[in-house]
């Protein structure tokens, strides 16, 4: 079976370059562009390539101006790519066919898909129209989404008046009536609050459960992403930076590592052994270079009433902020699929 068949989503050598008119400030430059048009090229992917198989959540992840709203666009056939490949369920997107639509959603966290000034329940009706949606089944996916968002009347209020946690889940029901086999989700929890946030989070590790569905997930909320993504694309300046399972992400490229020490009595300088990020009583956190953490351990041991001693992970955060601080390096890892 060749890849393209066999995997949801096939990304080969994407770029997408962007025109973007130039001209200098004042009345005089405006009047000259309108004779003389100057454009600048802007690469937003430049070279990206990764395969999703179906059923899997991915995290896909990079600081403002990666490239991950121009991907997912490609993804959905929203924009043409420059060159390059993609491939969704074996469909070219930017074709737009019917049958590849109806087997994708795009969820944009700072958009709104529902009309403005009527309840959602009048714009699920017009999403049925247009996905001519069986009445009986739009009915029982309508229902089934509305009770595992917990929505309740919500949907009979207009969107306007709703809150913005409110909103999204609205939105998402919207994306999701006509059983999308591939969820591309840009930030679907910005500016939510943290409960809201989770509600949401733990929706989308349901509907994968229950439908098997593909998720292409972008997220500024590490708690989104370890929540819900076993593997992450990291992008920078539109390439990959790495490919692989969160874990190998942390292993790679957290420099540091936390011990959390407790100790038996108070008065002993724990500075000597690493820089103490946090102190609660006689439980201390120690950031420690990673090559370094058998020696000090061992020492610390030795030399300091310990009760207590265990290591941990930096904050995936923290991780993040770390690769990001490499990219330039440009250091291309994929995993084995
Ligand atoms: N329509 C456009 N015209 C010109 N440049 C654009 C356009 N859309 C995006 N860009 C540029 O392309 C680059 C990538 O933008 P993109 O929105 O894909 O990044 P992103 O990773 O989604 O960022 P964010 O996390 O801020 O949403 C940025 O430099 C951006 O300014």
Request: aromatic share 6%.
């Amino acid at each position: 079976m060749s890849e393209s068949i066999a995997s949801a989503i096939v990304v080969r050598d994407l770029v997408k370059t962007y025109e973007v008119p130039e001209r200098n400030a004042g009345l005089w430059a405006a009047v000259r562009s309108l004779f003389q048009r100057r454009v600048r090229a802007v690469c937003a992917v430049a070279g990206v390539s990764f395969t999703i198989q179906p059923g899997e959540v991915v995290g896909f992840l990079g600081p403002n101006g990666a490239g991950k709203t121009t991907t997912l666009k490609m993804l959905t056939g929203l924009l043409h790519p420059t060159s390059g490949e993609v491939r969704v369920f074996g469909s070219i997107p930017a074709r737009r066919e019917p049958a590849f639509l109806r087997r994708i959603t795009l969820v944009m966290g700072n958009r709104n898909q529902l009309q403005w000034d009527l309840p959602a329940l009048d714009s699920f009706e017009l999403i049925r129209a247009i996905y001519r949606l069986p009445p009986a089944e739009f009915r029982a996916t309508r229902d089934e989404l509305i009770e595992l968002l917990e929505v309740g009347d919500l949907v009979r209020k207009p969107v306007r008046n709703l809150s913005l946690g409110e909103r999204m889940k609205v939105e998402i029901i919207g994306a999701l009536l006509h059983r999308p086999q591939a969820l591309f989700l840009d930030e679907p929890t910005l500016g939510l609050d943290v409960t809201m946030q989770r509600r949401i989070r733990a929706f989308i590790a349901e509907y994968n459960r229950r439908t098997g569905a593909t998720v292409l997930l972008t997220s500024h909320y590490m708690a989104d992403v370890e929540a819900l993504c076993r593997r992450v694309i990291v992008i920078h300046h539109g390439q990959v930076l790495f490919n692989g399972p969160l874990s190998a992400l942390v292993d790679q490229f957290a420099a540091y590592r936390q011990l959390v020490v407790t100790l038996a009595e108070h008065g002993v300088d724990l500075t000597v052994f690493g820089e103490i990020i946090e102190r609660d009583g006689l439980r201390y956190t120690l950031r420690v270079p990673k090559a370094m953490v058998p020696a000090l351990t061992a020492r610390l041991l030795a030399e300091a009433p310990v009760t207590d001693l265990t290591l941990e992970e930096p904050p995936i955060d923290d991780v993040i902020e770390q690769v990001f601080a490499v990219g330039s390096a440009k250091t291309v890892h994929e995993a084995a699929q």
